[in-house]
């Protein structure tokens, strides 16, 4: 018998290892419905249901943290329809959350979806990486997160120099298992030192999935837009 959302994701977040489980789903589950039902007039995400939200973007969002020091503040880089920022901030309510969105109709859907979940933690700001609006932000960020933006030489280019030296940027990479050398000059030329890839398993997704993890060592060189 197939297993309903609920029961899933409440499966999933223990095997992760996420605390307060019951109030993590409830909320995750909250979050799933006003994102389905803003979907209708907008296009966030191509899932049309809790049940496709859960593994795909719930666990999927959740399951590479586990290898990761949330450093405050953490940012998440082009945060889309919210994740993987929103799931992290459901799960760890006490964590400093920034969602950097340049697009106005899903800035301000994120907005509303924080406030509407009472997620104090989360700040949105609507810019890009490298807009006006991220300024604040450079050289001071613990944990930078990208999901689907670019291909891994950009990323590095617009996560790592938000970082403060030694903080981390979270890169989900899908089924990228090994970085190019171009991906590697493209980190160290940001200011990335230490360089590891994590094999990632999502519970309940058979899909498989990678987390590049890269350590600011240094300010990096500027590189042309």
């Known amino acids: 018998m197939r297993q309903a959302p609920k029961a899933k994701l409440e499966a999933g977040l223990r095997t992760l290892g996420i605390p307060r489980v019951a109030a993590v789903c409830a909320k995750l589950i909250e979050f799933g419905n006003l994102l389905l039902k803003e979907n209708k007039r907008t296009n966030l995400t191509g899932a049309r249901s809790i049940d496709e939200l859960v593994a795909e973007h719930f666990l999927d969002s959740l399951a590479p943290l586990q290898f990761v020091e949330l450093a405050q503040p953490i940012v998440d880089v082009g945060s889309g329809a919210g994740f993987p920022g929103i799931p992290l901030a459901i799960a760890f309510p006490k964590k400093r959350v920034v969602l950097l969105e340049p697009r106005a109709k899903r800035s301000v859907f994120l907005s509303t979806a924080a406030h509407t979940l009472g997620l104090e933690n989360v700040s949105v700001i609507k810019t890009s990486a490298r807009g006006a609006g991220a ?44 970085a190019t050398l171009e991906d590697r000059r493209a980190a160290a030329a940001a200011g990335g030192g230490e360089f590891s890839i994590r094999r990632v398993a999502v519970p309940g997704f058979s899909a498989t999935r990678h987390v590049w993890l890269i350590r600011k060592a240094t300010k990096g060189r500027k590189v042309p837009s």
């Open 135 to 178: 300024t604040p932000l450079a050289d001071k960020a613990g944990t930078v997160l990208i999901r689907a933006v670019a291909r891994p030489a950009i990323s590095f280019r617009l996560g790592l120099p938000l970082l403060r030296i030694g903080g981390q940027l979270v890169l989900y990479e899908g089924r990228a298992a090994q």
